[in-house]
């Protein structure tokens, strides 16, 4: 299904005017202090985030699973459903693909539909962390760590077989995330694994088309318990310059151990040149990918402001690959995307408001009681008009929940295809 884009202005019509109250208020309480909301409204319509394509599906636990209702049975349906984010916000502009739970049937066919939804094809994750029905070999004891040679030859091969569907549905990207490690001490050598490791992400390496990069994610623990081989930036910072040039670290904010400061991570990875991909999520506990912005909204500024310190000051650091890596669990999941794009780009709108010269000079002064005022004075700011005004610019709902909802698009997916499809995936 699409939203048709008359039906969105028609909806957008109800909010004019507290809409522009609300946007000439903040405006005019930013101009006073010398920003240019214009530019700001800009670069936060030009934000994009990919969905990734398990994302569409009910959520869960390894306990259980609530469905919700005209869930996308195929890849076709997950990607209608990026289209309705995309219209509705036109911020969830691409699609992360995970193979094989999405491996497209007909290449053409599927390039058709993301097209005719303005949607690109992010980064392509691969998956050795489970085994196939009828595969040869069994990850169970790691994939690109495995003490057999034999299985980690078959594990580089699923990762080239990857890189090669994402070539030609034009990706430039491929993620590695791996569930490799122990569950026991003594379970492995973990010099061992770690060489590994590297030979096989060279081999992996060696396939990568002259445009392409690659993203190594980290996780300290889960599914493994006891030890995971790439359990942080440090050792996945150290296989990237082991690959070489187009490899890179991924940041996903779930996979730190609580209290993590990951802000400070982000800052020297830029540095380095070596922050390539982001995966965003929230959590209490773990990874527990929750909503964007549900828990710890202000760790998440603080992030940002690294980030657009990066982005501006480390030319050495290519464009980040930005990503949804969230499992709803008991919500819509298409509600709970649409809160977690806000929830980014608040953050994001926030962290462009810092005046950078001025905390520069409190930091030189070492005014400690400044700097604290500098960076809360600008996530105090109520943000959501300019993210309003950057959605109405593109032809996006004010409101997109709102929208949603009045649009009654849940009921319309669940009148299409039923209440018993069941996602591939999570
Ligand atoms: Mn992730």
């Not at 869930?71 to 995309?86: M, R, Y």
């Not at 096989?200 to 081989?229: A, V």
């Amino acid at each position: 299904m699409k939203i048709d884009k008359n039906k969105i202005a028609d909806h957008n019509g109800q909010f004019r005017e507290s809409f522009d109250r609300d946007f000439g208020f903040v405006a005019e309480n930013l101009s006073r202090k010398g920003i240019d909301v214009e530019k700001v409204v800009m670069k936060v319509s030009e934000f994009q985030v990919a969905v990734p394509s398990w994302a569409l599906g009910a959520g869960g636990t390894r306990f259980g699973r609530f469905s919700y209702g005209g869930e996308p049975a195929s890849l076709e349906q997950k990607l209608n459903d990026i289209g309705v984010l995309n219209d509705l916000t036109r911020t969830a502009g691409a699609v992360s693909l995970h193979i094989p739970w999405d491996t497209p049937k007909d290449v053409k066919a599927i390039k058709e539909v993301a097209a005719s939804h303005g949607i690109s094809f992010d980064a392509m994750n691969s998956n050795t962390f489970q085994d196939q029905p009828e595969a040869e070999k069994s990850y169970k004891f790691g994939s690109l760590n495995n003490t057999d040679p034999a299985i980690r030859d078959f594990a580089v091969q699923h990762n080239i077989d990857v890189i090669n569907i994402g070539k030609e549905l034009g990706s430039k990207s491929l993620t590695v995330w791996l569930a490799d490690g122990a569950s026991f001490p003594g379970q492995l050598n973990f010099q061992n694994a770690l060489q590994n490791t590297q030979k096989s992400l060279q081999g992996i390496y060696k396939h990568l088309p002259d445009d392409w990069r690659i993203f190594i994610e980290y996780k300290p623990y889960e599914p493994n318990f006891y030890s995971t081989t790439i359990q942080d930036w440090g050792t996945s910072f150290m296989l990237a310059n082991a690959c070489g040039e187009k490899a890179y670290t991924l940041v996903d904010l779930g996979h730190h151990l609580p209290n993590t400061n990951i802000e400070q991570i982000v800052a020297t990875l830029m540095l380095k040149g070596k922050l390539g991909g982001f995966h965003f999520n929230d959590s209490k506990y773990g990874d527990d990918d929750l909503t964007v912005g549900s828990i710890k909204p202000y760790a998440l500024f603080l992030i940002f402001n690294e980030l657009v310190y990066g982005m501006e000051n480390n030319p050495q650091n290519p464009n980040l690959a930005w990503m949804i890596d969230a499992s709803h669990n008991i919500k819509d999941p298409l509600e709970d995307l649409l809160q977690s794009l806000e929830a980014i780009l608040i953050a994001y709108a926030q962290a462009l408001l810092i005046d950078q010269k001025e905390l520069r000079e409190a930091q030189e002064q070492n005014d400690v009681v400044k700097c604290q005022e500098i960076l809360q004075e600008a996530y105090r700011t109520d943000v959501r008009p300019i993210l309003m005004a950057a959605r109405k610019k593109a032809g996006a709902a004010l409101h997109p929940i709102t929208a949603y909802r009045d649009f009654q698009v849940r009921k319309s997916l669940i009148k299409e295809r039923g209440t018993k499809n069941m996602a591939t995936g999570l």
